[in-house]
């Protein structure tokens, strides 16, 4: 059963950085492809950052230069890690997988994730 748990989360103040990871067990996590969703209160889910199967990688314009998504396939963990957060990146912070055939183009689609994480919170105060 595919399982991915988020960890990481806390609060911060604005300028601070955070590091998240997600452990996925359960599947071949090298042949996923993976990204990191958010949502704050009141909003809609948004994509954040996620990386192909095959390598490629895409971030959302708002943490572009900020935000670094990686993957570690012999350890199955995704990690994203976040640098000079402001306050407009407070939400909860959730890990997906997808697999299956996937275009580089909608990585960042929250529609075609099979699977998600429970969540890790991240507060930046200003």
């Known amino acids: 059963q595919v399982q991915l748990v988020e960890s990481g989360g806390g609060s911060v103040q604005s300028g601070g950085s955070l590091r998240l990871s997600c452990a996925a067990s359960?599947?071949?996590?090298?042949?996923?492809?993976m990204g990191w969703f958010r949502q704050a209160p009141g909003e809609e889910r948004e994509g954040v950052a996620a990386?192909?199967?095959?390598?490629?990688?895409m971030y959302a314009d708002s943490v572009k230069g900020r935000f670094t998504i990686s993957r570690d396939n012999a350890k199955g963990t995704l990690f994203l890690q976040m640098s000079n957060l402001k306050p407009e990146d407070t939400a909860m912070y959730y890990c997906?997988?997808?697999?299956?055939?996937?275009?580089?183009?909608?990585?960042?689609?929250?529609?075609?994730?099979?699977?998600w994480g429970q969540g890790t919170q991240v507060t930046v105060s200003a």
């Open positions: 997906a997988a997808r697999n299956g055939l996937l275009l580089f183009s909608a990585l960042l689609d929250q529609r075609l994730y099979n699977y």
């Open positions: 359960g599947w071949t996590f090298r042949t996923y492809s």
């Open positions: 990386i192909h199967s095959g390598g490629g990688i």
